[in-house]
């Protein structure tokens, strides 16, 4: 356990539907990310997050819309996704220290499949 | 932005034997270099990282090392073990913090 969680573990869902990712931390960290793992792209970085404010989108398409409503909570909305997505998306947080870097931890992730 | 390449992309050794993973960074203002392990079905986790005003790192039998000049990091497993075999991942974080940038990934099969 990492202190990291993420829910659903699964998630199966049509190209139409809408469902969130839920990101929690309990580390007292300031920074937060979103991370797609597939086999093509593995550790693909989405989005971060530094004191709730968004500080990178890597050209993430706009079905993907991250939300970060305080420092411990950090959500995915997911919506009209294509079978490309299908992936690992997994969460992180770290705590930034003016400009150093600091190890981050991972949750366990959630296996989305998009059919 | 910061890429991070790394090499090679898969890597099997005998038990008992070296295995070493290279990785180049392009941002020079990067100062923090973890390494990170992910096993089958499992998150990523750290097991060793290096500062840059820090040359080489060692914890048993893991180290890693860098040359900042050449702006490149590598990781060193010695006396390899089957519980090694696992996906490596380099990474690299800017100057203005937090933003993990990673490699591609390095499969290392330890065969017994």
């Known amino acids: 356990e990492t202190g990291v969680t993420q829910t659903p573990r699964h998630l199966v869902m049509g190209m139409t539907n809408k469902k969130s990712l839920k990101c929690e931390q309990h580390?007292?960290?300031?920074?937060m990310y979103w991370y797609k793992q597939s086999a093509k792209k593995p550790l693909e970085l989405m989005f971060v997050?530094?004191?709730?404010?968004?500080?990178e989108n890597n050209s993430v398409p706009s079905r993907f819309s991250p939300e970060c409503p305080n420092s411990s909570h950090l959500f995915l909305h997911l919506h009209t996704l294509q079978p490309e997505d299908s992936a690992l998306y997994l969460c992180?947080?770290?705590?930034?220290?003016?400009?150093?870097?600091?190890?981050?931890?991972f949750g366990q992730g959630t296996r989305l499949t998009v059919v | 932005g910061e890429n991070v390449e790394q090499h090679p992309s898969t890597l099997s050794v005998q038990e008992g034997d070296s295995a070493v993973i290279k990785c180049t960074y392009s941002?020079?203002?990067?100062?923090?270099f973890p390494w990170y392990k992910q096993e089958l079905g499992k998150r990523p986790q750290l097991i060793i990282d290096?500062?840059?005003?820090?040359g080489e790192k060692k914890d048993q039998r893991i180290a890693v090392t860098l040359n900042k000049t050449a702006k490149h990091f590598s990781l060193h497993i010695t006396e390899t073990q089957p519980e090694d075999s696992a996906v490596y991942f380099c990474?690299?974080?800017?100057?203005?913090?937090?933003?993990?940038?990673f490699g591609q990934g390095t499969e290392l099969s330890v065969k017994p």
């Open positions: 992180a947080s770290s705590q930034s220290r003016g400009g150093r870097g600091t190890e981050a931890f």
């Open positions: 580390l007292g960290h300031n920074a």
């Open positions: 997050y530094n004191f709730k404010e968004q500080t």
């Open positions: 941002d020079s203002a990067s100062n923090y």
């Open positions: 290096i500062r840059s005003n820090v």
């Open positions: 990474a690299a974080v800017g100057n203005q913090g937090g933003k993990l940038i």
